[in-house]
């Protein structure tokens, strides 16, 4: 064979699409998350229970969460989506998705078609449709898809109180709370070397000595749903770092949270014995697997422990303000801060991070915390310092100097203060919120608002949306998605 022959046959086996599966047709990057051969023009990640995605989807983020709406993707997101696809895998035709993520429904000019995504028992991501399957770059899917909001899960699939009663037997105005043990999920904040340089040292090198060594399949998490939860409403979520390797929330904790309406997640092993980034990994995975499990309400999300475990929850009030919305520290607190110990070496509780950068450090401001000590605790005067730190910087904190609590947890009610302050930067906007759009309800007609079966004009439903959009998650916004037909 000559050396033109041997270029030419070159350039026919390069020609020649390799195939991607068994029993299915070859696919290209441009195949998976196409239309009939041609590009989409736009698309809607859907939640994996949503197989109805609306004709003409809301601009309220609060109606497209009710809806299991992700995400809008363009041409352009979705060409970025198209280069995740692994065409020189094979797959068997027997591949199955074991745990759907998402829904990808795409609209082109041709027609629109639907793409299922979802993680195969090995563990890496299938994407298939009716034409075929493709393996996604894990990496590169995820990096993506960290930037969709993650949908509350299958309301068909909602935890069912044991203690409810059947439909025909008038329902108790409160319930009772109960505990569900729900799968472990891994958090998409991974802990690694990168992350914790950029939360914890500001781009720099971090100081954890240990690296991240959990296997999320290895934890468990208990889940404990407040008297009073409703499926059709989401709830807040307060996650509690014990001291010791156990998932009982202690009982100080539980009035408050029934009070709030908020669900407890505890990981089981997060005592002070594990290394700090195990421990820092597993609150950020009891917020994944508490959602995975329930619907949460993503501006009440809540760290809180006792002694290292309050340690812990001040690390990550400063690092992740893109997950946690406010913390209790009680009887132990850290901070960005060298606090001196006033004796006469010159020595210093040591600052366990530094603050984040840019957006991260921007969230920050809007965010409480709270310390819990008394001067029977040997880390009051730390406490108290590292409080006063911290309001002088002009962050929103308070420490609760109980007289009588020495290094224990306080009583109920006191705790139940603690959490009051906390959340009221949260009532206060809420309440704000929902005084702003009064006139907006005013103005509708209230027959029609309450009449179900009356036909809303064009203006009364661009009004309704509007309010869900001015106060999401207040009560004349949940009048309104109601009327609306969100359920």
């Not at 908020?262 to 508490?290: E, F």
């Amino acid at each position: 064979m000559n050396r033109t022959t041997l270029i030419l046959a070159a350039l026919l086996a390069t020609a020649v699409p390799k195939a991607s599966a068994v029993g299915t047709a070859p696919y290209g990057q441009e195949d998976i998350f196409s239309i009939q051969g041609r590009p989409a023009k736009s698309a809607l990640v859907l939640a994996p229970w949503n197989q109805s995605p609306p004709e003409h989807p809301p601009e309220s983020p609060m109606l497209q969460e009710i809806a299991g709406i992700a995400a809008s993707l363009n041409t352009n997101q979705i060409r970025s989506l198209n280069r995740t696809a692994a065409t020189e895998t094979r797959i068997d035709e027997k591949t199955t998705i074991t745990e759907p993520l998402w829904l990808i429904h795409l609209t082109g000019r041709t027609g629109s078609q639907t793409v299922r995504i979802g993680r195969v028992e090995q563990g890496w991501i299938l994407a298939e449709s009716t034409s075929g399957k493709v393996r996604l770059e894990t990496d590169a899917f995820n990096r993506i898809s960290k930037l969709w909001i993650t949908p509350r899960p299958d309301p068909a699939a909602a935890p069912q109180n044991p203690n409810q009663q059947p439909d025909s037997v008038p329902q108790p105005a409160i319930s009772e709370p109960f505990t569900v043990a729900p799968a472990p999920i891994a958090s998409p904040i991974r802990l690694d070397s990168a992350s914790l340089s950029e939360r914890f040292a500001r781009g720099r090198a971090h100081s954890f000595t240990a690296p991240l060594t959990r296997t999320i399949n290895d934890e468990s998490f208990t889940l404990r749903i407040p008297a009073g939860y409703q499926q059709s409403r989401p709830l807040g979520l307060l996650v509690w770092i014990n001291p010791i390797p156990s998932d009982d929330p202690p009982p100080q904790i539980l009035l408050a949270a029934d009070t709030h309406n908020l669900a407890i997640v505890c990981p089981a092993n997060a005592g002070n014995l594990r290394p700090v980034v195990d421990r820092l990994q597993l609150a950020l995975d009891a917020v994944q697997t508490a959602r995975n499990t329930v619907w949460v309400d993503r501006s009440r999300i809540y760290i809180a422990g006792m002694s290292g475990g309050g340690r812990l929850s001040s690390m990550l009030w400063a690092a992740a303000p893109d997950v946690f919305t406010g913390a209790i520290c009680v009887v132990g607190i850290n901070s960005h801060h060298n606090i001196p110990t006033g004796d006469s070496k010159g020595t210093v509780w040591p600052a366990s991070q530094r603050l984040p950068r840019g957006d991260l450090a921007a969230s920050l401001r809007a965010h409480p915390i709270a310390a819990i000590s008394g001067p029977k605790d040997f880390n009051f005067i730390e406490s108290r310092a590292r409080i006063r730190a911290l309001s002088r910087e002009g962050f929103h904190a308070r420490l609760f100097d109980l007289p009588d609590l020495g290094h224990t947890m306080p009583t109920e009610q006191q705790f139940l203060a603690a959490l009051r302050w906390v959340e009221l930067s949260y009532t206060e906007k809420n309440d704000q919120a929902a005084r702003s759009v009064a006139n907006l309800i005013a103005r509708l007609d209230p027959e029609t608002l309450a009449d179900p079966a009356k036909q809303l004009s064009t203006r009364q439903r661009r009004a309704l949306e509007r309010i869900t959009l001015i106060a999401p998650w207040t009560e004349p916004a949940w009048t309104a998605a109601i009327r609306l037909g969100y359920k």
